[in-house]
């Protein structure tokens, strides 16, 4: 069974900076590419970053481009999503999602299993 248990968010003032990570079991991580989305308060799920399974090729929506950064440890089974400059906007639930092969798409229909999502909060 595949899961993927996300860190706890957090609260933090605008212009900060925060990191979220995703531990994934029950497949070989490596294999596979991974995303991250996050939803807004009465929004849809909205993309924001994948990475290849192989780490090499990485792709960001405009709106966190240059702020966030999505990175992984294949030893560690674990994706990590950076997140700096915050803005309140950028306040939302973050979901870390395994892709089914190893390149990654901006939808939701490329990805089959979720976390749980983590709460993060930007005050101004």
């Known amino acids: 069974q595949v899961q993927l248990v996300e860190s706890r968010g957090g609260l933090v003032q605008a212009g900060g900076s925060l990191r979220l990570s995703c531990v994934v079991s029950?497949?070989?991580?490596?294999?596979?590419?991974m995303g991250w989305f996050r939803q807004a308060p009465g929004k849809e799920r909205e993309f924001v970053a994948a990475?290849?399974?192989?780490?090499?090729?990485?792709f960001y929506s405009d709106s966190v481009k240059g702020r966030f950064t999505i990175s992984r440890d294949n030893a560690k089974n674990t994706v990590y999503l950076q997140l700096d400059s915050l803005k309140p906007e950028d306040t939302a639930v973050y979901y870390c999602?395994?892709?089914?092969?190893?390149?990654?798409?901006?939808?939701?229909?490329?990805?089959?299993?979720w976390g749980q999502g983590t709460q993060v909060t930007v005050s101004s």
């Open positions: 999602a395994t892709a089914q092969n190893a390149y990654s798409g901006s939808t939701r229909g490329s990805y089959d299993y």
């Open positions: 029950g497949r070989t991580f490596s294999l596979y590419g």
């Open positions: 990475i290849s399974g192989g780490g090499g090729r990485t």
